[in-house]
């Protein structure tokens, strides 16, 4: 599977402000109330850091557990300076753990209790970006049915 990808609106995160004037070691400055974020999307989709990275493989980063000394890495809520969803450092997400686990328990629930597919002769809908935010076309239908 291919995924779609637009350089022209490139998903940021984490976002900040500057609550106070900051300086750079470099000797940039940043003006209290400036918004602050990073490209993201652009640097999970770089051939160095993500071989192949517009095709889905949903064992990619199993795959590099097993490499030495990464058994602990590339997690999902695992920050580190090429993977930008959660913040990074002291500034990162302190609720990451649980929406992780929350996004988990809701998936299993519809994966294991429910069936779902497209409409006849639909296909995966169109990825629709506004600023920072992704999202599929909220007008798309999909036919679920419970297993029970």
């Known amino acids: 599977m291919h995924l779609e990808y637009s350089a022209n609106s490139d998903p940021v995160s984490p976002q900040r402000v500057a609550m106070k004037p900051l300086e750079l070691h470099d000797g940039t400055r ?17 051939e160095a850091v993500t071989p192949d990275p517009s095709v889905f493989d949903g064992f990619r980063s199993y795959r590099k557990r097993q490499l030495p000394g990464e058994k602990y890495h590339h997690m999902w809520v695992q920050t580190n300076k090429e993977n930008l969803a959660f913040g990074h450092g002291k500034q990162a997400c302190p609720g990451r753990h649980f929406a992780a686990a929350e996004i988990k328990v809701v998936l299993s629930r519809i994966v294991s209790e429910y069936d779902l597919r497209y409409w006849r002769g ?7 970006y506004l600023d920072e935010n992704v999202f599929p076309d909220p007008t798309a239908k999909l036919h679920y049915k419970h297993r029970g």
């Open 30 to 46: 940043i003006p209290r109330g400036t918004r602050i974020a990073f490209p993201s999307a652009a640097i999970l989709m770089d």
């Open 122 to 128: 639909q296909v995966r809908p169109k990825t629709f």
